[in-house]
Nanobody, 116 residues
């Protein structure tokens, strides 16, 4: 089992930046990829960014060029740098780990609010 703890959310003005962190613990040696998802009120949870063990990344068009996912393997931590934030980026952001046959794990979520 993998435990994930997110941090770094908060209130930011449109055009501002935030960096989210996700610290993994437990059976981290099984992890093959990690990602960030978000869920806004009344909407489905959606992928924001993903990164594999080979450092391949994936972003949807809605955040590409504004968000960057990275990882520090020594710290078992994944980051999400969010720039040029928009009100529509407001959501609860969740960290996810993919451990292949051992399944997925989720963090508790961190609120990001973009508002003036």
């Amino acid at each position: 089992q993998v435990q994930l703890v997110e941090s770094g959310g908060g209130l930011v003005q449109p055009g501002g930046s935030l960096r989210l962190s996700c610290a993994a613990s437990g059976s981290t040696f099984n992890i093959v990829a990690m990602g960030w998802y978000r869920q806004a009120p009344g909407k489905q949870r959606e992928l924001v960014a993903a990164i594999t063990n080979g450092n391949n990344t994936n972003y949807p068009a809605t955040v590409k060029g504004r968000f960057t996912i990275s990882r520090d393997n020594a710290k078992n931590t994944v980051y999400l740098q969010m720039n040029s934030l928009k009100p529509e980026d407001t959501a609860v952001y969740y960290c996810m780990s993919d451990s292949g046959d051992y399944g997925f794990n989720w963090g508790q979520g961190t609120q990001v609010t973009v508002s003036s």
